[in-house]
């Protein structure tokens, strides 16, 4: 495996549109060892100040490579998603785990990934330079960011965001775990995680459900960990555990 270390985004889409090789890029790198690949190289990014943070009036700018550990010091972040960035990894792998890296190698398990697609969150990539939703580049992700780096991740910052979760332990990955944000204007969008390849949203409308709006026929919930009906009945009740604490 060859490294590269970047000195700019230009150089750093350049090393990953090479044709020939394999080439991806390093945030954090705690999921590259897990790939089954003899041939790919590597591009450090960390020299192309990808971890600062932007604080609007409505919205939140995140650099690709912030760390989780620092995500979940900012006192701006809602109260949900600094529970679900502490239940995703212990202390350690938050020291060096980035915000992107994690989003994208997320597979429906993830804690984090479940409450960015709750928030809407958009995703800034180069080249060309566009936004699009997070909700849309999670199903073909790795085919939709090839060759591109992504620069920064937009959350909202005032709504009103809740988690909860059920899993074997409490340092283990949910077996089970919804997300509901609500924004200013009412808007209600509601995730589902703890199977699949990516959390699913369930619901997404201008005002917030009543239990029987939903839909809970949840596909291909059924693994290793645990049956479609059992998913199917623990959702139902913590998506009405997470109403009633916003609605509280």
Same mark, same amino acid.
């Given at each position: 495996?060859?490294?590269?270390?970047?000195?700019?985004?230009?150089?750093?889409?350049?090393?990953?549109?090479?044709?020939?090789?394999?080439?991806?890029?390093?945030?954090?790198?705690?999921?590259?060892?897990?790939?089954?690949?003899?041939?790919?190289?590597?591009?450090?990014? @960390?020299?192309? $100040? &990808?971890?600062? /943070? #932007?604080?609007?009036?409505?919205? +939140?700018?995140?650099?690709?490579?912030? %760390?989780?550990?620092?995500?979940?010091?900012?006192?701006?972040?809602?109260?949900?998603?600094?529970?679900?960035?502490?239940?995703? @990894?212990?202390? $350690? &792998?938050?020291? /060096? #785990?980035?915000?992107?890296?994690? +989003?994208?190698?997320?597979?429906?398990? %993830?804690?984090?990934?479940?409450?960015?697609?709750?928030?809407?969150?958009?995703?800034?990539?180069?080249?060309?330079?566009?936004?699009?939703?997070?909700?849309?580049?999670?199903?073909?992700?790795?085919?939709?960011?090839?060759?591109?780096?992504?620069?920064?991740?937009?959350?909202?910052?005032?709504?009103?965001?809740?988690?909860?979760?059920?899993?074997?332990?409490?340092?283990?990955?949910?077996?089970?775990?919804?997300?509901?944000?609500?924004?200013?204007?009412?808007?209600?969008?509601?995730?589902?995680?703890?199977?699949?390849?990516?959390?699913?949203?369930?619901?997404?409308?201008?005002?917030?459900?009543?239990?029987?709006?939903?839909?809970?026929?949840?596909?291909?919930?059924?693994?290793?960990?645990?049956?479609?009906?059992?998913?199917?009945?623990?959702?139902?009740?913590?998506?009405?555990?997470?109403?009633?604490?916003?609605?509280?």
């Amino acid at each position: 495996m060859d490294y590269h270390r970047a000195i700019s985004i230009d150089e750093a889409v350049l090393l990953l549109q090479r044709p020939e090789v394999r080439t991806l890029p390093l945030g954090g790198g705690t999921h590259l060892s897990s790939i089954d690949e003899p041939d790919f190289e590597v591009v450090d990014l @960390q020299d192309l $100040n &990808l971890d600062t /943070v #932007s604080i609007g009036d409505d919205s +939140l700018t995140l650099g690709a490579t912030l %760390s989780l550990h620092k995500l979940s010091q900012l006192a701006e972040i809602p109260d949900g998603l600094r529970e679900a960035i502490i239940h995703h @990894q212990n202390y $350690n &792998l938050r020291q /060096v #785990s980035t915000i992107a890296g994690e +989003l994208i190698a997320a597979d429906g398990r %993830s804690p984090l990934c479940t409450m960015f697609l709750a928030v809407d969150a958009l995703l800034k990539c180069y080249p060309p330079q566009l936004v699009v939703s997070l909700e849309k580049v999670l199903p073909e992700r790795y085919s939709w960011l090839s060759g591109k780096v992504i620069s920064e991740v937009v959350i909202p910052k005032s709504v009103r965001l809740t988690y909860d979760a059920v899993s074997r332990t409490p340092a283990d990955n949910p077996i089970v775990c919804v997300a509901i944000c609500q924004w200013p204007s009412g808007r209600s969008r509601i995730v589902v995680g703890g199977f699949g390849k990516a959390p699913i949203v369930v619901y997404d409308q201008p005002t917030l459900p009543e239990i029987d709006q939903i839909d809970f026929a949840i596909p291909d919930a059924n693994d290793d960990w645990a049956s479609s009906e059992y998913r199917e009945a623990i959702t139902k009740v913590l998506i009405r555990r997470v109403l009633q604490s916003l609605r509280a």
